[in-house]
């Protein structure tokens, strides 16, 4: 391996290790956000019994509401089947929606995979990361990302669409270049080295305003 290769699988390996410590600490907040609502559930009960006995009605429906909302800020909204896809999507989805990103998800992935849980997380985290980079360049009115997985036959389809402020990007030499800078775009080698490994298929699709990553990877 000469000294180049060596370099790239560094700077490599400290992005998955950044990438990681990046996505737990998302876990981790979307847990203790829950982790609190059920600390104050014994509190909302009595506030809901207090206005049973008041007859109030009103103000029951009323705090229901807020509850409902408040609620649907930290709970597990999708469900694929698969728990590491569930924790990995819903984090994103999550950080995605502080952002006041639109997102779009509809995933079925199988209870079991092949694809080790530490590559799912740097396939989906990039893609992810990616995608809420690039809307954050947009207006929020017109920020969006569409996430769908599914099984197809024995092989795990992803497809990740955001749009985008720039027009159509080109290739060269077979990649889409990165408009991070020098140093940037590790993410995209990583996503390509795992692909490649699973003997798996990544294609991306760049158009005027949108940019579309497809992954099959198989099982």
Known sequence: MSLFDKMIDKRIAAYQGDLLTTHYAEVEN??????????????????????????AIDDIKRYLDALDTDLNTVDMALKTGNKMTDVILNSKISLAKSKEIAVTADAHVAVALTTAEIDLCIIIGNLFDNAIEASMALPVEERMIRVYMDMKNTQLYMS????TAVKKQHKENGRF?????????????RIDTI??????YIRRNSEDGAF???????Q
């Open 30 to 55: 979307m847990y203790r956000q829950m982790r609190g609502w059920r600390h104050d559930y014994r509190n909302h009960i009595q506030v809901l019994k207090s206005y049973a006995d008041m007859g």
């Open 177 to 189: 270049l990165t408009s991070k800078g020098r140093g940037h775009g590790y993410g995209l080698v």
């Open 195 to 200: 692909v490649e490994r699973y003997q798996g």
């Open 160 to 163: 990740f669409t955001n749009r």
């Open 212 to 218: 579309t990553t497809e992954i099959l990877l198989p």
